[in-house]
C-alpha cells in the first residue's frame, strides 16, 4: 500500500513544520521548561533515571552524539549536582555516571511543566484521537528508525592488511 505524493509532501511538511514548532516553544521557554536544568540535560538524565548508572559512551549513544560533546555536557551537568560519578566495579579504569537526587528533581519539574503544556494543548481533543496520534507517531518514529540508518563511522583499515 503506497500513499500518494501529495499526501507524503503533506505529511514531511506537517512533520517539518512541528518540529520546528516545537523548536521555538523550547527556545521561548527555556527557563520556564527547564529552570537550572541545561536543555540538553533531559536527553543525558533521562537515561540514568531509565536505566540506572551508565559510561559516558553509552550516554553519547543514546543523546546520538559524539562521546566528546557528551562529555562536555555531563561536566556540566556534574557541576551543577545533577550527576555524580563513581568508579565502573565492573572496570575500575572507566566511570559511571549516576542522577543524583537534584537531578531527579530537575526532570520531575520539567517533566510536570512540559504536561501542563500537552494538556493545555490537547484540551480539545478526545481521549480517543489523543491515544489514536500516539500510536501513530510511535509507528511513525519506529518506521523511520528502520527506513534511515544510523551513519557507520568508517575505521581504519589495520595496517600491513591489503584488499
Known amino acids: 500500500m503506497s500513499i500518494s505524493p501529495g499526501t507524503r509532501d503533506r505529511l514531511t511538511a506537517s512533520i ?14 527555556a527557563t ?14 533521562l537515561p540514568l533515571e ?7 559512551s553509552a550516554l553519547a549513544a543514546r543523546a546520538g552524539v559524539d562521546v566528546s560533546v557528551a562529555s562536555r555536557q555531563l561536566a ?8 555524580e ?8 579504569r572507566a566511570t559511571l555516571l549516576r542522577l543524583t ?3 531527579a528533581e ?6 510536570a511543566v512540559r504536561a501542563d503544556w500537552a494538556l493545555a494543548a490537547l484540551s480539545g481533543w478526545s481521549e480517543h484521537d489523543a491515544r489514536r496520534l500516539t500510536d501513530l507517531l510511535d509507528r511513525l518514529r519506529a518506521d523511520i528508525e528502520v527506513a534511515v540508518p544510523a551513519p557507520r563511522t568508517a575505521r581504519p583499515e589495520p595496517q ?3 584488499r
Request: aromatic share 6%; proline share 6%.
Open 106 to 111: 530537575a526532570l520531575a519539574a520539567t517533566r
Open 160 to 162: 600491513g592488511v591489503r
Open 85 to 92: 560519578r563513581r568508579p565502573d566495579p565492573r572496570d575500575g
Open 16 to 29: 517539518a513544520q512541528l518540529i520546528r514548532t516545537g523548536r521555538h516553544v523550547s527556545t521561548r521557554a
Open 101 to 103: 537526587p537534584q537531578g
Open 32 to 45: 520556564q521548561l527547564y529552570g537550572e536544568l541545561p536543555s540538553f540535560g533531559w536527553t543525558l538524565l
Open 76 to 83: 556540566v551537568l556534574e557541576r551543577s549536582g545533577y550527576v
Open 50 to 56: 531509565q536505566d540506572g548508572d551508565q559510561r559516558c
